[in-house]
């Protein structure tokens, strides 16, 4: 979808500063129903799965990661029935550089999917494995999984913290034995965004910049939307990442902020469909039962609400106090009250609630909301705001 500038309200400096940028349509692969289902605590069922697929497709993701079949019972079944949806995003699998997990995608009719395999020498001293064996398990792997008519994106597991050359080697055996795509990891969110670019730029060069690039990556140190962006400024065309950033310990990069991220910041185009971002993201929030933080990038219930009174008296005008249209992302704007509100809020909440308040009555009502504050340590609801103006309405009437 192409972006609507006018509802985007950070002036020149990024232009000045960025340019010139990529302008190559970055794609979103999605692995909520994977990666994101890692999240301790989360388990979706079937239904929920496709249910999720749905709503991510119609928002224009293009690639969803349906999930790992080896896992259970439940997966695999949650895999078919997406395959079976007839969705505009295309669909993927996940495997493990291991027959019997390519096995159970061809056993599904999986077309597409990553094949993962550990790359750095920590990771493979855990596993007891040799560099030359670890690439011959991916040769061996990715091979049966072209012959038996899958696209492979090769995943190297912990890359970022792998040795470069060994790097370097796995990305090329891999695409030798067939794979069409690789990933470049940050398994544990540990690259800076000019890592991230450094990375993603030398493997795009050794592969001749014939091989489309992907970055994943986790927000151990809360840079994962950071250097997703720096990973496509260097060259990747595609990012991975999930819904609400869910996923293990901190958990993945959030797709939605990326998206909205190189949008409007970078002019850098993605498919996704920003006015369904919070709906999206409520639904997610709702089957995963997990909480996000009201003031969460994009997607928080904070981003466009207003209680402090310097704020709410310039609410008339958003561009004064907000980056971008809540329209932008299916937002609503609204004033709420509490111990920070000023006389603009009552004006304003009273006009939204169709309530007649005169003028000299605006400083009464602000103090006893604010006494109402700050007695609940908390917002005073409009319920209580009507009952407060109806008191001094009875009493203006005696």
Do not use: C
């Amino acid at each position: 979808m192409t972006l609507d500038r006018s509802k985007v309200w950070t002036g020149d400096l990024n232009a000045k500063a960025l340019e010139p940028q990529p302008r190559v349509t970055v794609g979103l692969y999605d692995t909520t129903l994977r990666d994101g289902e890692q999240t301790v605590g989360v388990v979706f069922d079937p239904e929920q799965k496709v249910e999720i697929a749905r709503a991510l497709s119609a928002a224009g993701v293009d690639r969803i990661e349906a999930g790992f079949p080896r896992v259970s019972a439940d997966d695999a079944r949650a895999i078919s029935l997406i395959l079976d949806a007839g969705l505009e995003a295309e669909i993927w699998g996940f495997s493990r550089a291991v027959r019997e997990d390519v096995e159970a995608l061809v056993e599904l009719g999986v077309q597409a999917s990553v094949v993962e395999s550990p790359i750095s020498d920590g990771k493979l001293a855990a596993l007891g494995v040799s560099r030359e064996t670890m690439l011959e398990r991916i040769r061996v792997a990715i091979a049966f999984a072209v012959g038996e008519g899958i696209k492979v994106a090769f995943f190297g597991v912990d890359s970022t913290r792998a040795d470069l050359e060994f790097v370097r080697r796995a990305y090329e055996s891999a695409v030798e034995a067939g794979a069409e795509e690789v990933v470049v990891v940050d398994t544990l969110g540990i690259a800076t965004p000019e890592a991230a670019a450094f990375l993603v730029g030398d493997v795009a060069e050794r592969l001749d910049y014939e091989v489309p690039v992907h970055w994943h990556g986790h927000d151990d140190f809360g840079l994962a939307t950071a250097a997703a962006v720096a990973a496509v400024q260097a060259g990747a065309t595609w990012v991975q990442g999930t819904v609400n950033g869910m996923g293990e310990r901190a958990g993945n990069a959030d797709l939605v902020e990326v998206a909205l991220a190189l949008e409007a910041l970078y002019g850098i185009p993605t498919r996704l469909r920003l006015e369904k971002a919070r709906a999206l993201a409520a639904l997610v929030q709702e089957l995963a039962g997990t909480q996000l933080a009201p003031w969460k990038p994009v997607t928080g219930d904070n981003l466009f609400t207003r209680e402090s009174g310097a704020v709410a008296a310039q609410f008339h005008d958003p561009p004064a106090i907000e980056p971008y249209s809540s329209e932008l992302v299916g937002a609503q704007r609204g004033i709420v009250l509490g111990k920070k509100s000023g006389l603009d809020s009552i004006r304003v909440k009273a006009a939204e609630l169709g309530l007649e308040v005169p003028e000299d009555q605006v400083p009464e009502l602000l103090e006893a909301v604010k006494r109402a504050g700050t007695k609940k340590r908390g917002l005073v609801t409009d319920t209580e705001f009507r009952r407060l103006v109806a008191r001094r309405r009875t009493r203006s009437v005696d």
